[in-house]
Every structure is written in structure tokens, then in C-alpha cells.
């Protein structure tokens, strides 16, 4: 997730250096910034079908290789039709990867142990951030936009030789020892099912079912001010407060890093600990899911921000209380899906996720266009996530599992 998420905000920091190589408009960086969740979203249907039926290994593998062609594809680019076609692909190698961590988590971790198992990744999203944009910075500025992006796909490449050589099922792993694999499945986690290839639950049933709506639309509503402040957060800091490019990326990791300990140690370390001492589990996941997404609508406070320090701060407050909730979120698929459906229901979560992620940047991008300001734009992030909210509530209710199909 790290290394995903690294390769997605390369371009975040580059919109002044494409501007001068390409001669693109701030309506033009916003489609560059959505490209890659429109493949992104599109797969995440057929991708959790395909994890259910071929597993996290196999498929695990392909995207990997094929997120590195499509950063080195980046850096290579002649022109913006390439480069958006580098980004295309980029979604394609990497629409698997929160279905498949959702997988891989249920296999491995009982219940009691979800949160923080399934923080560990989602935490790697807000640290990339943190990590990637100062380091992408001071690549672009001292060697070229071209060269950050061969390092992100040289790391990528990396990356796929680790996971090619060490991830495996429980039931794969010959380290894994019988006391281990005993606790793993009396304490709930996900059969791996009989038969290679045995699917679950349709995704006509999933789709239908009350719980699996309601975390979906409020998923999304998350998901659009994550994407908001993902691909736009470097372009708000230099525009409206002034600040140049080294020092907005080194500013946008502080929110970044914020995130990062609010989902490891609140939505993570927090909920695992408080429902192993025998507090209500549902209780803990809701206050923690509902309450993390109202601080999200802290970010109002940054549409009305006048200096660097207030942005920072409504802005930490609101990917803060997020971060929280993300985690918690991302357990849910694990928790009510039926058997072997943990990759399709996880799949039609990131969809939903992916649509808002398409729109973010791009109706960001017009609205600052028309408007010449971002006060707009966090406001129709904040109306969002207060639909969120209401569906947390009226629609996934208490988590129960969605029953079986007949």
C-alpha cells in the first residue's frame, strides 16, 4: 500500500512542471489526476470476482507488475496522451489492492485482531503521502518530473519481487505453525473455501443488500474528500497560501502524518484493544466509523483558512478523523460478507470509493477554475460526508453478516 499510494501522488507535486513541458490548464491536471481511478473503478467489480476465484497470490502478482509499467510508462511520455494513458493503466495494476489487503486480512486474523491488522495497510495510504510528496518534491526539483517517476516505478519493481517471493494463504504457508493456524480459525477468520476457483455470493445479490449500500455511499463520502486532499492539497497550499513548491510538499505531509497515527493508534490499535476487554463491538465500530467522519467535515474550517498554520490545522482535523474511521471501514467487507465474498464485496466497496475518486479531482479542478478559490470545493466535500454519515446510521445499522444467498 505504501508503494501504491507513492505511485499515485507522484503526480500530485507536478502540476507547475507539466504545465511547462506540456502547456496543461488546472482543468486539464484535474482529468490527469482522475485518469487512473477511471480503470481504477471500472475493475473493481470483475477485480473482487476475479480475487474470490483466483486468489490474492495470483492476482496480487499481475497488478503489481503491470502498476510498474505504468509509472515508467509516465516517465517516458511525449506528450499528454501517453502520459494519460500511463495513468489509465496505472489503475488497472492497482484496482486489486484494498479488495485483496481486505482478503488477505480476513484469511489471516481473527476477528479480535481485525482493526489494527487492516490499519497496518490503510495507515501505509496516509504515510505515503507523508513520505512520497516531500521526496517526489525535491526529485522534481533538483532532476525533473521524468526522473521522480522512474524512481516510483524502480520502486514498484521492487516491490513486485517481494510479494512474487513471500506472500502466501494461511493453508500455503508451511512456517505456519499448528498453534497458529488453530487460533486463525477459531477466532473467526474467513475460510479459503474448498475448491479452487468456488466463487460466493453474485454480485446481483451483494449489490442488493441494505448493509453492503449503506457502507458503500458512506465509504465514498470519505473517499471523495481523501482524493480531494490527495491530488489538490500541494496545488491549494502554493495557490492560496502562497507557498512555493519544495515548501508545500514538506507542509503537505504534516496533515499526512496526522492521518497516518489516527489510523494506526484510534481506528487500528484503539478499537482492537477496548473489544478484546469486552466492549460491544458494534458500539466501538460505530462511534468510531461515525465519529471519525464527522471531524472529517473539518474541512470547512480550511475553506475560510488565512494563514498556513489554520489551514493545516481544520485540514489535519478532517483527514484525521478519517484516517480513524478508515480502518474500521475496511474490517466491515471481512465482517458481514457471506463466504467467500470478501473480495466481491470489497470490490463494489472500492468502486463506489473509485466514483467518488473520479470525481474529486475533476470537479475540484472546475470549481477552483470558475471560482479561483477552494472555500467551494470543501464545502461540497463536507455536504458529502454528511450524506455519509446518514448512511452509516439508517443503512449498515448494526454489522450483522448478510446471510447466505439461497
Given at each position: 500500500?505504501?508503494?501504491?499510494?507513492v505511485d499515485r501522488v507522484n503526480l500530485s507535486v507536478s502540476q507547475h512542471a507539466l504545465h511547462d513541458e506540456f502547456g496543461i490548464t488546472t482543468v486539464t491536471f484535474g482529468w490527469l489526476?482522475?485518469?487512473?481511478?477511471?480503470?481504477?473503478?471500472?475493475?473493481?467489480?470483475?477485480?473482487?470476482?476475479?480475487?474470490?476465484?483466483?486468489?490474492?497470490?495470483?492476482?496480487?502478482?499481475?497488478?503489481?507488475?503491470?502498476?510498474?509499467?505504468?509509472?515508467?510508462?509516465?516517465?517516458?511520455?511525449?506528450?499528454?496522451?501517453?502520459?494519460?494513458?500511463?495513468?489509465?493503466?496505472?489503475?488497472?495494476?492497482?484496482?486489486?489492492?484494498?479488495?485483496?489487503?481486505?482478503?488477505?486480512?480476513?484469511?489471516?486474523?481473527?476477528?479480535?485482531?481485525?482493526?489494527?491488522?487492516?490499519?497496518?495497510?490503510?495507515?501505509?495510504?496516509?504515510?505515503?503521502?507523508?513520505?512520497?510528496?516531500?521526496?517526489?518534491?525535491?526529485?522534481?526539483?533538483?532532476?525533473?518530473?521524468?526522473?521522480?517517476?522512474?524512481?516510483?516505478?524502480?520502486?514498484?519493481?521492487?516491490?513486485?519481487?517481494?510479494?512474487?517471493?513471500?506472500?502466501?494463504?494461511?493453508?500455503?504457508?508451511?512456517?505456519?505453525?499448528?498453534?497458529?493456524?488453530?487460533?486463525?480459525?477459531?477466532?473467526?477468520?474467513?475460510?479459503?473455501?474448498?475448491?479452487?476457483?468456488?466463487?460466493?455470493?453474485?454480485?446481483?445479490?451483494?449489490?442488493?443488500?441494505?448493509?453492503?449500500?449503506?457502507?458503500?455511499?458512506?465509504?465514498?463520502?470519505?473517499?471523495?474528500?481523501?482524493?480531494?486532499?490527495?491530488?489538490?492539497?500541494?496545488?491549494?497550499?502554493?495557490?492560496?497560501?502562497?507557498?512555493?513548491?519544495?515548501?508545500?510538499?514538506?507542509?503537505?505531509?504534516?496533515?499526512?502524518?496526522?492521518?497516518?497515527?489516527?489510523?494506526?493508534?484510534?481506528?487500528?490499535?484503539?478499537?482492537?484493544?477496548?473489544?478484546?476487554?469486552?466492549?460491544?463491538?458494534?458500539?466501538?465500530?460505530?462511534?468510531?466509523?461515525?465519529?471519525?467522519?464527522?471531524?472529517?467535515?473539518?474541512?470547512?474550517?480550511?475553506?475560510?483558512?488565512?494563514?498556513?498554520?489554520?489551514?493545516?490545522?481544520?485540514?489535519?482535523?478532517?483527514?484525521?478523523?478519517?484516517?480513524?474511521?478508515?480502518?474500521?471501514?475496511?474490517?466491515?467487507?471481512?465482517?458481514?460478507?457471506?463466504?467467500?465474498?470478501?473480495?466481491?464485496?470489497?470490490?463494489?466497496?472500492?468502486?463506489?470509493?473509485?466514483?467518488?475518486?473520479?470525481?474529486?479531482?475533476?470537479?475540484?479542478?472546475?470549481?477552483?477554475?470558475?471560482?479561483?478559490?477552494?472555500?467551494?470545493?470543501?464545502?461540497?466535500?463536507?455536504?458529502?460526508?454528511?450524506?455519509?454519515?446518514?448512511?452509516?446510521?439508517?443503512?449498515?445499522?448494526?454489522?450483522?453478516?448478510?446471510?447466505?444467498?439461497?
Open positions: 500500500m505504501l508503494v501504491n499510494y489526476l482522475g485518469a487512473y481511478s477511471w480503470t481504477y473503478a471500472l475493475l473493481q467489480l470483475p477485480m473482487g470476482v476475479l480475487l474470490d476465484r483466483f486468489g490474492v497470490r495470483v492476482i496480487g502478482r499481475i497488478s503489481t507488475f503491470l502498476w510498474s509499467l505504468a509509472s515508467f510508462g509516465a516517465a517516458v511520455s511525449p506528450g499528454v496522451p501517453i502520459f494519460f494513458a500511463a495513468r489509465l493503466l496505472l489503475g488497472v495494476g492497482e484496482a486489486p489492492t484494498f479488495p485483496a489487503n481486505a482478503k488477505a486480512i480476513g484469511y489471516w486474523f481473527p476477528v479480535k485482531e481485525r482493526s489494527l491488522a487492516t490499519a497496518v495497510f490503510d495507515a501505509a495510504a496516509k504515510f505515503a503521502p507523508a513520505l512520497g510528496v516531500p521526496v517526489v518534491g525535491i526529485l522534481m526539483v533538483r532532476f525533473g518530473w521524468r526522473i521522480s517517476f522512474a524512481a516510483t516505478g524502480l520502486l514498484s519493481l521492487c516491490y513486485f519481487g517481494l510479494f512474487y517471493r513471500f506472500y502466501r494463504n494461511p493453508s500455503e504457508d508451511r512456517l505456519l505453525s499448528d498453534r497458529e493456524r488453530i487460533l486463525i480459525r477459531d477466532g473467526g477468520a474467513q475460510p479459503e473455501g474448498g475448491r479452487r476457483g468456488e466463487g460466493g455470493a453474485s454480485l446481483s445479490y451483494l449489490i442488493r443488500q441494505r448493509k453492503v449500500i449503506g457502507l458503500a455511499i458512506g465509504f465514498a463520502s470519505y473517499n471523495y474528500t481523501f482524493y480531494l486532499l490527495l491530488n489538490w492539497l500541494p496545488s491549494y497550499l502554493s495557490s492560496t497560501m502562497h507557498v512555493d513548491l519544495l515548501h508545500s510538499a514538506f507542509y503537505t505531509s504534516v496533515p499526512w502524518l496526522i492521518a497516518t497515527m489516527t489510523d494506526l493508534l484510534v481506528g487500528g490499535w484503539l478499537v482492537d484493544a477496548l473489544v478484546q476487554r469486552g466492549w460491544n463491538p458494534v458500539r466501538v465500530r460505530q462511534v468510531v466509523l461515525i465519529g471519525g467522519t464527522a471531524f472529517g467535515m473539518g474541512i470547512l474550517g480550511a475553506a475560510y483558512a488565512t494563514t498556513t498554520t489554520a489551514a493545516l490545522f481544520w485540514i489535519s482535523m478532517s483527514i484525521g478523523g478519517l484516517s480513524a474511521a478508515a480502518p474500521v471501514g475496511w474490517s466491515i467487507p471481512s465482517l458481514i460478507a457471506p463466504r467467500e465474498s470478501v473480495g466481491s464485496v470489497g470490490g463494489i466497496l472500492n468502486f463506489a470509493c473509485q466514483i467518488s475518486g473520479i470525481c474529486a479531482p475533476i470537479v475540484t479542478g472546475y470549481v477552483v477554475h470558475e471560482t479561483r478559490s477552494f472555500a467551494l470545493a470543501f464545502g461540497v466535500a463536507a455536504i458529502f460526508l454528511a450524506i455519509g454519515i446518514a448512511s452509516y446510521i439508517v443503512l449498515l445499522g448494526n454489522m450483522e453478516p448478510v446471510a447466505e444467498p439461497l
